[in-house]
């Protein structure tokens, strides 16, 4: 096959390049992929396959005939044992996922950078497992090819466990392998280059890391044990004191890798949220609203419906990064306050535009709320000068605090984050994201059964 000569004076190959050629030699193959025959890059990666490097043999067999040279080999064969761990090259995102659904099929997984010195360069890992581990029956594709979670649109983080290495697709008569293969550009669109450079560079690891990127809403702990709240893909500081105000325990705080706290940047430290009362090093009392303090005494407290209020004492430097107000709130109907009218059940939350939300329990015990926050307003006008409001102004029903574990009675477990629930499939996910023994907020199934479902990791 004669290649197809590029007019380009350079070849742009992105971050990691180690050679540049004046002209690149791209041509196609029958398969359909383009591919670069001459250039040599080190794209910046893991290497692919965990363990010693002594588990796994390869040589150079980029475009190497196959089916009689019908067509060319794109990628690398590296060759070792069953079930050995695959995982992913660098942080990116999983853009294509086939699970056989008979022998012979194939498992395959591709994974996308889309930030860091990798950025627009995708993996591919062929030949995934297929067979019940000790056996070659091509019946293990559904619990030993890839492990839950690993779905398009899911992200990733170098290091962490993909799949594992088997011998599905036409490689029953080969022997076990992972075909890997580098391509510029997203998923399987992009034109391969030889993948030998950038493994012969990569650097082995032992075993995957721990699994990331976490939803937003989680609280995570940095190896350093500092805290921090994932938010919108970035990490806020957040102080232990303000994590307990705020709803969140420190026992609920998953242990986040390093490489996890590179892939987020670090935006301001959370405040405290609106509705919390604050007691500060001189024992001073701050109602918190519309992202301001106020300072209050208790009998002001009482006179907004909070006659023996939860009180969260704090340092200075949490109260710092609010800005202080003296336009106390005449009504317990203030951002962030929650309101329960006399001789009913149902609660309220007011919102930053003063509208109410609905709170049902699950959704009060989420975000860490409890009755004693509650202020109960009368049934009619009182000379309080708390005025009475109807349901009408109601707009909507409170949701589940972003980040919250949860379980059902009919043993659903998962993360609720962005209106969705992203479900933990099994105990092995539950362990490789860090959520084994922590604590779980038991909902009705139909809570969550209510909720759009989306990955784990998805954004």
């Not at 050679?19 to 893991?46: F, Q």
């Not at 405290?272 to 208790?298: E, F, K, N, P």
């Amino acid at each position: 096959m004669r290649p197809r000569l590029a007019l380009a004076a350079t070849l742009l190959l992105g971050l990691g390049a180690t050679s540049v050629p004046a002209l690149a030699a791209l041509a196609t193959d029958s398969s359909g992929a383009t591919y670069e025959s001459t250039a040599k890059v080190v794209v910046p990666m893991l290497f692919p396959v965990a363990g010693p490097a002594s588990l796994t043999s390869y040589t150079d067999t980029f475009l190497v005939c196959r089916s009689g040279c019908a067509r060319h080999h794109m990628g690398q064969d590296l060759m070792g044992p069953k079930m050995t761990p695959l995982v992913a090259a660098f942080d990116g995102v999983v853009t294509s996922v086939k699970r056989e659904s008979a022998p012979g099929g194939g498992n395959y997984v591709a994974i996308t950078a889309d930030r860091g010195p990798a950025a627009g360069w995708t993996a591919i890992y062929i030949h995934v497992n297929n067979d019940t581990p000790g056996t070659d029956d091509g019946q293990g594709t559904a619990a030993w090819s890839f492990p839950a979670g690993i779905a398009p649109g899911a992200r990733v983080l170098a290091g962490q466990l993909v799949a594992w290495r088997g011998d599905s697709g036409d490689a029953e008569s080969t022997g076990p392998h992972l075909h890997f293969e580098l391509r510029k550009g997203w998923g399987w669109g992009g034109v391969v280059y030889n993948a030998f450079p950038s493994l012969q560079a990569a650097r082995h690891i032992a075993a995957p890391s721990p699994s990331g990127p976490h939803p937003d809403g989680t609280l995570v702990r940095h190896p350093s044990g500092a805290l921090f709240l994932v938010d919108a893909g970035t990490k806020h500081p957040i102080s232990p004191t303000v994590a307990a105000a705020n709803g969140l325990t420190e026992t609920s705080a998953i242990a986040m890798s390093s490489g996890e706290s590179l892939s987020y940047a670090t935006k301001a430290a959370e405040v405290l949220r609106d509705g919390t009362i604050a007691r500060d090093s001189a024992g001073g009392l701050w109602l918190v609203t519309g992202g301001q303090r106020v300072a209050v005494t208790a009998d002001q407290l009482s006179a907004l419906g909070h006659p023996s209020p939860r009180t969260w004492p704090v340092t200075d430097a949490d109260l710092a990064g609010l800005p202080v107000s003296d336009a106390l709130p005449t009504s317990p109907f203030y951002a962030g306050d929650l309101v329960r009218t006399d001789g009913t059940a149902d609660v309220q939350y007011v919102d930053a535009d003063g509208a109410l939300l609905t709170v049902d329990p699950a959704a009060l015990a989420s975000h860490g709320w409890t009755t004693q926050d509650i202020a109960v307003v009368p049934a009619a006008p009182a000379d309080t000068g708390a005025a009475l409001r109807t349901s009408g102004d109601v707009v909507g029903a409170m949701p589940l605090r972003d980040g919250v574990l949860v379980q059902t009675p009919s043993h659903l477990v998962g993360v609720v984050a962005g209106g969705s629930f992203r479900r933990l499939w099994d105990s092995r996910m539950v362990t490789a994201y860090g959520y084994a023994g922590k604590p779980r907020l038991l909902v009705p199934t139909a809570v969550v059964t209510a909720l759009p479902t989306a990955e784990l990791t998805a954004r």
